[in-house]
């Protein structure tokens, strides 16, 4: 058995697909233990829009996927996702995961299961437990397509076995106190180093739009409102796009947006091409709809606009508020999105004025994951490793 402490992170998005909360923390968590990371569960019939490269397979698979980390590729029965064989799939990974630590000859120091499915409670009374919420479950239900009554089930039990709750807001964890927690917050964070080269990078070669330049950078879903894009385009900014998009999201708005003159949208780009696209934005959008799952929520793309310099017009999120800075224009859920337009294009106008650029990448770098995944380390009692 190695002398440095393994952590399991089962978490709810594949490895090799976007970065987001789980695998950024579990990356600086690295600094402190091996990670076994887990991947959501796929079956031969998923989707190859789902599988995010990941091959076909009817057996779990271990890879190694840098210093410190291992990640477990999991599988699961065809439709997984429907009600009656979902609620059998957190015992099929519990079974893969302890597959994978007796190959690995290891047992953890702690499981953080970043969803409220089965995992946490099976290891042993010397494994730490921790729930990792990063969004409101229950509120989020319909989005997932999830029967409500399934998620409040499922948070309650995770709830019971677990001996850590840890939240990305305080709003989420106002939730999780009513319901007996005593949840620790860390809100979501940024790699700013990422973005310190963006106004060198080389121009994308497929975005050809007049200034000023607004920005979406991420999922395009019902989380977004399409409305506050449009006038966004109305006011005289060109928008740009960049990030995957629900199919079943705002189908007639969306299309005549991107018929417009003045919009473009690439889709999903790689990380690494992010900064490139940024380099073309003079203001970085945060336009979420005004429902409790987003209030709960911390919008990572918030933080990696700042660090890429640009300043950013926000709806009014308790995350935003939170943040607490000049550097964010929130605007009021307005009846009229108007609003909306009108800050962005006037904010647009101090985007390159160079000491709010070093302003809004300072503030950033105070926001690294490196500094969250630090938080996470403390709450679970993990020290650094030596170099």
């Given at each position: 058995?190695?002398?440095e402490?393994?952590?399991v992170v089962?978490?709810?998005?594949?490895?090799?697909g976007?970065?987001?909360t789980?695998?950024?923390?579990?990356?600086q968590?690295?600094?402190?233990?091996r990670?076994?990371w887990?991947?959501?569960?796929?079956?031969v019939?998923?989707?190859?829009?789902?599988?995010?490269?990941?091959?076909?397979?009817l057996?779990?698979?271990?890879?190694?996927?840098?210093?410190?980390?291992?990640r477990?590729a999991t599988?699961a029965q065809?439709f997984?996702?429907?009600?009656?064989?979902r609620?059998?799939t957190?015992?099929l990974?519990?079974?893969?995961?302890?597959?994978?630590l007796?190959?690995?000859?290891?047992?953890?120091?702690?499981?953080?299961?970043?969803?409220?499915?089965?995992?946490?409670?099976?290891?042993?009374d010397?494994?730490l437990?921790?729930?990792?919420?990063?969004?409101?479950y229950?509120a989020?239900?319909?989005?997932?397509?999830?029967?409500?009554?399934?998620?409040?089930?499922?948070e309650?039990?995770?709830?019971?076995?677990?001996?850590?709750v840890?939240?990305?807001?305080?709003?989420?964890?106002?939730?999780?106190?009513?319901?007996?927690?005593d949840?620790?917050?860390?809100?979501?964070?940024?790699?700013?180093?990422?973005y310190?080269?963006?106004d060198?990078?080389?121009?994308?070669?497929?975005v050809?739009?007049?200034?000023p330049?607004?920005?979406?950078?991420g999922?395009?879903s019902?989380r977004?409102?399409v409305r506050?894009?449009?006038?966004?385009?109305?006011a005289?900014?060109?928008?740009?796009m960049?990030g995957?998009r629900?199919?079943?999201?705002?189908?007639?708005?969306?299309?005549?947006?991107?018929?417009?003159?003045r919009?473009a949208?690439?889709g999903h780009?790689?990380?690494a091409?992010?900064?490139?696209?940024?380099?073309?934005?003079?203001?970085?959008?945060?336009?979420?709809?005004?429902t409790?799952?987003?209030?709960?929520?911390?919008?990572?793309?918030?933080?990696?606009?700042?660090?890429?310099g640009?300043?950013?017009?926000?709806?009014?999120?308790?995350?935003?508020r939170?943040?607490?800075?000049?550097?964010?224009r929130?605007?009021?859920?307005p009846?009229?999105?108007?609003a909306?337009?009108?800050?962005?294009?006037?904010?647009?106008?101090?985007?390159?004025?160079?000491?709010?650029v070093?302003?809004?990448?300072?503030?950033a770098?105070e926001h690294?994951?490196?500094?969250r995944?630090?938080?996470?380390?403390?709450?679970?009692?993990?020290?650094?490793?030596?170099?």
């Amino acid at each position: 058995m190695t002398a440095e402490p393994w952590v399991v992170v089962c978490a709810v998005n594949s490895w090799t697909g976007t970065a987001r909360t789980d695998r950024h923390i579990a990356t600086q968590l690295t600094r402190y233990a091996r990670v076994l990371w887990v991947d959501p569960p796929v079956s031969v019939v998923t989707p190859a829009d789902y599988r995010h490269g990941a091959p076909r397979s009817l057996r779990p698979r271990l890879h190694t996927e840098g210093p410190r980390v291992t990640r477990l590729a999991t599988v699961a029965q065809p439709f997984h996702t429907r009600r009656g064989i979902r609620l059998a799939t957190p015992g099929l990974v519990r079974a893969q995961i302890r597959w994978a630590l007796r190959r690995l000859r290891v047992r953890p120091a702690a499981v953080l299961a970043f969803s409220a499915s089965d995992l946490l409670g099976r290891w042993g009374d010397d494994v730490l437990d921790v729930l990792y919420a990063t969004d409101d479950y229950l509120a989020g239900a319909e989005l997932m397509q999830i029967a409500p009554e399934d998620v409040d089930r499922e948070e309650r039990e995770a709830l019971a076995r677990a001996d850590r709750v840890i939240v990305v807001s305080e709003v989420l964890a106002g939730k999780w106190r009513a319901l007996g927690a005593d949840p620790v917050v860390v809100p979501g964070g940024v790699r700013a180093d990422a973005y310190t080269g963006v106004d060198s990078a080389p121009l994308p070669t497929d975005v050809d739009l007049p200034g000023p330049v607004a920005g979406v950078v991420g999922h395009l879903s019902d989380r977004i409102d399409v409305r506050l894009l449009e006038a966004v385009v109305e006011a005289g900014c060109s928008l740009l796009m960049v990030g995957s998009r629900d199919e079943r999201w705002a189908v007639r708005e969306f299309e005549r947006l991107r018929a417009h003159p003045r919009v473009a949208y690439v889709g999903h780009r790689p990380f690494a091409e992010l900064p490139s696209y940024l380099r073309m934005i003079d203001v970085g959008l945060t336009p979420y709809v005004d429902t409790a799952f987003n209030r709960a929520s911390f919008p990572l793309k918030t933080l990696e606009y700042l660090a890429a310099g640009r300043p950013v017009v926000s709806t009014d999120l308790p995350a935003m508020r939170w943040l607490d800075t000049d550097l964010i224009r929130i605007v009021d859920h307005p009846t009229d999105p108007a609003a909306f337009g009108e800050a962005a294009l006037k904010v647009a106008a101090e985007a390159r004025m160079p000491e709010r650029v070093k302003a809004r990448q300072e503030f950033a770098a105070e926001h690294s994951w490196a500094n969250r995944a630090d938080r996470v380390a403390r709450a679970i009692g993990l020290t650094k490793l030596a170099d």
